[in-house]
């Protein structure tokens, strides 16, 4: 059978080790730190290119996100991903998990003819692995959540999913159109094929929409939009600990823990 | 029923076992409840579960909704969020609260939008506010950071709870226990499990003692092992082992994974990484070798021992063997 | 086992590895002299090779590339060259181990192998003085930069340049890998475009001369770059031949230590690039001495273990290698094992833990370095 298209939705992340808290102004200084595509979702794209290389279908990238993510669209697209879109607009600014997800339905459902739709688990950047689900609920498909890869495809129009469960996995199976989250780490993403990604930088068109473009409003997007607000930001200050430090021969060591572990256990 | 009252706890359950952690939600939403003079109602769906919802009303639940099927087994997304969705129509609760486990999420993800309301998520406190808007706190950016966040817009207000966070609580009293058709047709199901294999339910989240490895280790888990047979404790491992596919996820300890609640932790070769250290900020002792001595794990460390892992531990494991 | 003939691939192959395949004559020296066990069969591949077979050894990624066979060749066959055209072959193929694609994300992602921060590659320099027209252009590596061990290195060496006058520069942030792991992946692209763009930071600061910690850096630079288009202007040199120059020209001035030990010629600055004798004389400078080769030196020197990707992917097979060389040192009964390379460092400390020799394993500069009354 020949699938219809493969929606991965992806985000780019800021690279958590390199942010920066200032406690004074309580904002996150989010300029210092490089970025990266959100790393659960290169597996979730390196699933779809494996479901595409077994049933067809094109493998469509979509985000939502600040024009200066482009590049790292083009990345998906030379790991092989046929066409990316991004919608930016400065009125998504701030939007929670809500006008999110509303937003990411609409451009798929824009894109339409859409079989499986693939998101990374969660994002790295604080995420909360809801927007998965809350995709699938706007757009009315049956969703699975922390799959680790797509078994088979039937043309009854039903899938076999592998979920990860407590203690280990299950077989789930979902009727087409599906959305899915994908583990982290369940796959290893390949490497672009560079030859792509100098066609890509060079000549691929990535297609831009807006909020209006996917019939939004302003006051359903944002801040405005959201169902929730952080009301503070607090820096989490190390808990108070002995800090005794050992140093030594090895042999040392050893001896003043194992008679540490002695008089404590 | 009226309008939006009450706080409701979605119970999980698996093969009628109950997730432990939707208890630890249930007792706090009890303490909640009690303060603003509301009720509880633990909402339980399983196949044959009528036994495990009487015993709701020791953990804090004044009421049950019980809706027994075949098809609710097991959780999956499509039959559980619809009946969850139609009685939460039917019944207008204020809140709805759910433990932060995988299927927690699945289900709250769906519901919130259904809803169009707002879902705290992962919380690590929760609280109302004067108010009666639903307040928690969300550690962000890898655990750096905690992020109040309050419920503005829509009913019921949701929230999920990071496990481990709040007690399990006994409390006097029975829960009343209403049973009600899940009115499936199991036709329309478009999700279901067709198959599962479990290897074995570990779960180190109340392990009195922990050997936690980072990545100092590489993986090689032989002396690690040995240590934690040697002196009864359970393994961990750091987010970027289990990442690498060495350990399973559910060993995996910090904000993202397990947050531990033992007596000791002994930390080998982990630096230090924010959303790791939140899992062992609970524990009792936390002694760490590292070869670094500087590594950010020193500042969370009780005992900090600058050193090879591979040089120590063997020698270690000789002393400890010696009695 | 089927075998499939393809005179395209043979093609490519022997231009890669430019016609060398041609000139072997089959004795099969080069397959019994290799380090590892088993064995690459070195001599099967050229023969596929030289019949149009498509040569599908999945061995060659446990290759550490150190060339021995080469040095062994009675017909002076480069077969570093041929080993490595498999390898880009099986890139193209996508016919990669995990560990080599999750690398190359690595230092994509990340501008080195280690997955660490870029902020964070010259934290090892924070207090030492940098010019910022400077004679000499230090280019680190990573495993230098990061490695707390190993940083000890290139701050030994700073100070004993500076010690002698000389006006020493880094590339600070701009400084990136230089693509020794995604040169022994294939992936050839990838590769030409990090050559391209180290090039151009190097050029931009115009020093007379660059200079490598890393006989890995050095080979990629002085043979590698130039076949992507990214030659230098400037010469290269490793920091054992620049402060050779120094000690002849009388600005560099060796103490004393009494200490007896040994040398081990790193594959990539010896038998690659003939740079025997730079090292030898500046151990040998030093007051009170007392050096000692191993039986296996020079062209003939054994290897770490670390090269051609294995210091970065789990390479069990070539543990057999670091040791068998840990033992020659032992042999001799050296003090300390000096050479000159950061992954030899690097693999000779990690396993001499296991095997529990006490001799330290030290860079050349290091050595200078005591002897002046430094670390």
Known sequence: MGLRNIIVTMKVVPKIEELEFDPETKTIKRGAAGNEINPADKNALELALRIKDRYGGRVIVVSMGPPFWEPYLKLAIAMGADDAILVSDRALAGSDTLPTTLTLSKAIEKIGDYDIILCGEESSDGGTGQVPSGIAEWLDIPHVTFISDVMDVSDDKKAKVKRTIKGGHEVVEVTLPFLAAVELGCNTPRFPDFRRKRWAEREFQLTVWSAADLGLSPDEVGLKGSATTVVDLEEVKPPTRLKKKYTGSAEELADKLAELLKSIM | ?323 | MVLEIDFKVREMLVQKAEGEPYTCYQCGTCTVSCLLNPEIPVRKVIRNIQLGVVPRYSEIWKCITCNYCGAMCPRGVDISKILRSIRVMLYEEKQVPEGFNEILWTVYENGNPLGSSKRERFSWASDLEFSDKPEVLLYTCCLSSYDKRLQNVLRSLVNILQAAGVEVGVLGEKESCCGDVVYHTGEDYFLEEIALNNASAIEDMKPDVVITVSPHVYHLFKNVYPKFGAKLSMPVMHHVEYLAELLDSGRLKTGKLNMKVTYHDPCYLGRYNGVFEAPRSLIEAVDGIDFVEMEHNRMDTLCCGGGGGGIWTENKEARGVTRNRLDEVAEVEAEAMVTACPYCIRMFEDENKIMGYTFPVIDVVEILSQSMGGK
């Open chain 2, 1 to 323: 029923m009226g309008g939006w009252k009450g706080i409701w706890v979605f119970i999980e359950q698996d093969d009628g076992v109950i997730e432990e952690s939707s208890l630890e939600v249930l007792s706090r939403a009890r303490v909640l409840a009690e303060e603003r003079g509301e009720e509880v109602t633990a909402v339980l769906l399983g196949e044959a579960v009528a036994g495990e919802a009487a015993k709701l009303g020791r953990h804090g639940a004044h009421r049950v909704i019980l809706v027994e099927d075949p098809i609710l087994k097991y959780y999956t997304s499509d039959p559980y969020s619809r009946i969850m969705a139609r009685l939460i129509e039917e019944r207008r609760p204020d809140s709805l609260i759910l433990s932060a486990t995988r299927n927690g999420r699945d289900l709250a993800g769906r519901l919130a939008v259904k809803f169009r309301t707002g879902l705290i998520a992962h919380v690590v406190s929760l609280d109302y506010d004067d108010e009666g808007l639903l307040m928690g706190k969300v550690p962000g950016f890898g655990g750096n950071i905690m992020a109040v966040v309050k419920c503005v817009k829509g009913r019921p207000q949701m929230a999920t709870v990071t496990p481990g966070i709040f007690d399990i609580k006994e409390f006097e009293g029975e829960a009343v226990v209403e049973k009600v058709d899940s009115g499936l047709d199991p036709e329309q199901v478009k999700t279901r499990v067709v198959d599962r294999e479990i290897k074995e339910l570990i779960d180190i989240s109340k392990s009195e003692r922990v050997v936690i490895a980072g990545m100092g280790t590489g993986g090689r888990m032989e002396l690690v092992n040995q240590l934690a047979e040697l002196i009864g404790a359970d393994i961990g491992v750091t987010r970027p082992l289990a990442d690498m596919g060495l350990a399973p996820r559910d060993i995996q300890v910090g904000s993202t994974g397990v947050i531990l609640k033992g007596s000791l932790a002994i930390v080998l070769g982990a630096s230090g990484a924010p959303h790791f250290v939140s899992g062992i900020k609970d524990m009792g002792t936390v002694i760490s070798i590292n070869k670094d001595p500087e590594a950010p794990i020193y500042e969370y460390s009780d005992h900090y021992f600058v050193g090879d892992i591979f040089e120590i531990l063997p020698l270690l494991l000789k002393k400890l063997r010696e009695g």
